[in-house]
Structures are given as C-alpha cells and as structure tokens.
C-alpha cells in the first residue's frame, strides 16, 4: 500500500473522494488497511461528512451470561444489525477506559452505556457516552451504584439525558451548572413501565391495578414541569380511548416516527377474563398532537405461533420498526411500518434466545 500511487495525492484530494461514497461504504473502506483507517477517521475528513444522514440500525446488549466474560474481555464490542442490507455488523469497544460496558441506549450517533473503571476497587459504574465510529468517548458527572441497577436511562434527539427510576429522577442537560445532574422526587403510583423520553416529554406506563389484576394507564412529564424539587406526571386519558388498555396484555411503550408519535405494544387479548390468553401481538400508534390512537401493526398468526409457546418475549426498536424476540426462538421477528413482517436470522451469543436492544443512529461526527 506505501507504494500505491493513491498515496501520491494530496488528503484534501482523497477527502472529497470518499465523500462521494455512502456511510456504509466508507465505513467498509476504513477496515481496508491503516491509511485508508487513518484517512477516513481524521477530524477534517470527519467535519466534511458530519452532515450526511445516519444509518437506522439495531443495536442489541449483551446478554447477561457474557456480562462476566465481557469484564475479563479486552476487546468488548457491541453487535448490531443493518435492516436495510439484512447484515449483521460488529462495532468494537476497546478504546473505552471501562470493564464490562454495557450499552443500555443511543440517540443522535452516540451510545450509552454503564461501564466499571479499570482502576476502580468498588462496583460503582460511570455512565459513558461514546461513538463507536469515530473512537471518542465523554464520561458523564459521577452517579451512584443503584441508579445503575435501577435506573433506566432515557436520551433524547439532542443527547439530553435523563435517569428514571419509581421513587426519582437525574436529569442531566450538558448546559447545567457546574455540569451536574439534577434530582427531582416522582409522583408516579408505580413503578414506570418502558418509558420514552422525547424533546418535550418524557411517557411512562403504570399498573395502577391491584395485586391480581393489572389496570396501565399512560403518565406524562413535560420538561418545562421540571420543578426544583418534583416531577409533576399526568395521566393522560380521554373518554374517546375507551377500553384501549384493557385489550392489550404486558403492554410496551416505544418511540414513534419523529416526535409526535408513540407507539404501545402487547399481546391482544382474546377475552376480558382475568388471565386470558392472547391472539396475536398488537401495534397501537398514539399521535400526541392530536391524542387520537390507530392500528399499525398485526402480527401474522404463523409468525405469532413462535411466540405463544414462549413464556416470555421482549419488544425494542422504534419509529418506523419493532423487533420481537423470544426464549429459544434464536432469531427476531420485525415489524416495517412499510414493508410489513419479517424473520430476521443471524443472531448470535445469545443461549436462551432473548434479546434486548436500541434503535442506533450511527453518524461519522466528533463529540462536542
């Protein structure tokens, strides 16, 4: 390669070369050898690309049997797929100063995660934002351990971050005083169930039901209702939603398309009974402008038969696709909003078949 004549033109010339290629490609030609990695991840050929549009991935989370094996792993990494190529992707996560990173959420071409400090002898984690295409990282103001274990960590479309548990909630904007967190006590009646965090507001599920049977309704926080002290949750509720939640069983909330909607996902029941069976699985789409539900997806009856031998299934994704897995199932069921449903296969390293993950925006741009 040091004697291609490719290395004879100047780097202005190869930058506006590569910048002609999509994302995808550039981020295979990185892989090519040192130069074309060197070339392809400085911070001028970086700041010529950081407007192009990201790529819709899915990234899952390791499993919890590798999480052990991840701590004494030097070279951690994450896997995601490419809907769009039907490809599964490696991306690596050993320029990260942490042990055992356990990427939990994504927004904007960052990943977050929990990670142990090498040199640390306790187990308190610190909460990293990283990009794992350019190798940078930012390590956010120093939380304790249980929010860590309790907490579910929700980013929104400008890396605003906000950590929610039942009792509490840290919000953290990047512009606060003295980069700090702020802590605010909850009204919630429960604990919250799959909550969204958008620009504006932040959506939570609660069982506000009794012990044998569940009732959810859907809460909401607007940011600007951030006290000094509280979060100030609402349920939202209008007479025209009718028996809307009684329908669905275990539901989910995730994000929709852009920032107006949401969407909730569950299993639709076949009777009002208390302990009913469920026919198929259930899309629901909520505009927020407008407070008025619609259908949006019905899983077909012989990809739902996988699931109703399965005890236990987890749904992630969001905006205009929802992915399905299942215990002993070894692969993913996926709802398109415009292609419909399909199996996607390939997964790998996980022994019971089930799957956690997060929609990743992945984008060639630098940290701030």
């Known amino acids: 390669m040091e004697s291609s004549p490719i290395n004879r033109l100047p780097p202005d010339s190869l930058h506006q070369i590569f910048s002609s290629l999509p994302l995808r490609q550039i981020i295979i030609c990185r892989s090519v050898c040192k130069f ?5 991840t400085s911070q001028s050929f970086t700041e010529i690309i950081s407007t192009r549009p990201p790529l819709n991935l899915l990234a899952l989370r390791p499993p919890h049997h590798h999480r052990h094996r991840h701590a004494a792993n030097s070279h951690p990494y994450i896997n995601v797929y490419d809907p769009d190529e039907d490809q599964w992707l490696r991306f690596s996560l050993d320029f990260l100063p942490f042990r055992s990173p356990q990427p939990v959420a994504s927004s904007n071409g960052l990943i977050y995660l929990w990670g142990d400090s090498v040199n640390s002898v306790d187990s308190s984690k610190s909460l990293v934002a990283c990009n794992p295409l350019t190798r940078q990282f930012k390590v956010l103001p120093q939380l304790g351990s249980a929010w860590s274990r309790h907490g579910t960590v929700l980013v929104d479309s400008v890396n605003r971050v906000m950590v929610l548990t039942e009792l509490a909630a840290l919000y953290y904007s990047g512009s606060v005083v ?39 309704k859907l809460f909401s926080c607007r940011l600007t209702s951030l006290t000094v002290t509280h979060t100030n949750w609402t349920c939202l509720e209008k007479h025209e939603w009718g028996d809307i939640f009684d329908i669905i069983k275990r539901p989910r909330l995730l994000r929709g398309e852009g920032e107006s909607k949401l969407l909730m996902i569950g299993g639709l029941k076949s009777t009002f009974s208390l302990n009913p069976a469920c026919s198929t699985i259930l899309i629901l789409r909520l505009c927020l402008e407008s407070l008025e539900w619609e259908e949006a997806g019905r899983m077909p009856l012989e990809m739902y038969r996988g699931f109703q031998e399965s005890s236990k299934f987890k749904v992630f994704g969001g905006g205009d696709r929802v992915y399905f897995s ?9 709802w398109d909003c415009w292609e419909g449903w399909r199996w996607v296969d390939g997964v790998s390293g996980y022994g019971d078949g089930l799957c956690r993950g997060f929609v990743f925006e992945a984008k060639l741009t630098l940290m701030q």
Do not use: E
């Open 36 to 40: 074309f990695n060197h070339l392809l």
């Open 178 to 216: 003295a980069n700090q967190w702020l802590k605010f006590s909850s009204n919630l009646p429960s604990k919250p169930r799959s909550p969204v965090l958008t620009s504006t507001s932040v959506f939570a599920l609660c069982d506000v039901g009794s012990p044998w049977r569940s009732q959810w």
């Open 326 to 334: 299942a215990k002993r199932m070894g692969k993913l069921a996926m």
